[in-house]
């Protein structure tokens, strides 16, 4: 029903910058999170930072102060812009959705009823 699809992964340099985009279609619960986790080698569904319907952001460890994370309501898209990217970046990122539950925090994947595809994030030294 409701379909998530990621875009904006690339190749960089350290220190560089990429932004990527969550596109939203189908019905999504008035009261939801929208997260992106990542995937590398060295974990799986690492979670890098939510919004929710309201506004409110979170970041997970060792992103926040490089990655910032928003939201178009009209356009329903979420954009994470990722600066200062480290070769352990690398992944592929992921967006996913979850319906709010108070007092649930929105980093756990295993709470996100929906998720995309994927988009590659390759960081070179």
């Known amino acids: 029903q409701v379909r998530l699809e990621e875009s904006g992964g690339g190749s960089v340099q350290a220190g560089g910058s990429l932004r990527l985009s969550c596109r939203i279609s189908g019905p999504v619960p008035s009261a939801h999170n929208v997260g992106w986790f990542r995937h590398s080698v060295d974990k799986d569904r690492e979670f890098v930072a939510a919004i929710s319907w309201t506004g409110r952001e979170t970041f997970g460890d060792g992103v926040q102060g490089r990655f910032t994370i928003s939201k178009d309501s009209d356009t329903r898209t979420v954009f994470l812009q990722m600066t200062d990217l480290k070769p352990e970046d690398t992944a592929i990122y992921v967006c996913?959705?979850?319906?709010?539950?108070?007092?649930?925090?929105?980093?756990?994947?295993?709470?996100?009823?929906?998720w995309g595809l994927g988009t590659q994030v390759t960081v070179s030294p």
């Open positions: 996913a959705c979850e319906r709010v539950i108070a007092g649930r925090p929105p980093t756990l994947p295993s709470t996100y009823d929906v």
